[in-house]
């Protein structure tokens, strides 16, 4: 997904190596949303459990992307 600029980190499109640290914005670009993310807290190991992820990150938006067939009937009428 970095690779494709998909993942943006504080408005900056990132590597798959890109560090982050707490207070940083992520915005993931997906085909048909737009997610933006803020970093809370960083694991204190590699691995997290499903139930304490949430407490690493907030999500501050999530936006639906039109995709160009819509946008293009929407324009049209």
Not at 19 to 44: N, Y
Not at 49 to 54: E, L, R, V, W
Request: with cysteine; aromatic share 4%.
């Amino acid at each position: 997904m970095c690779e494709a600029g998909g993942v943006l980190v504080n408005d900056h499109e990132a590597k798959p190596a890109k560090e982050i640290r707490p207070g940083d914005r992520i915005t993931l670009l997906f085909a048909s949303k737009i997610i933006g993310l803020e970093v809370l807290a960083l694991p204190a190991q590699k691995t997290v459990q499903k139930a304490n992820a949430a407490e690493l990150y907030r999500i501050r938006a999530e936006t639906r992307r039109e995709d160009d067939e819509q946008s293009w009937i929407k324009n049209r009428a």
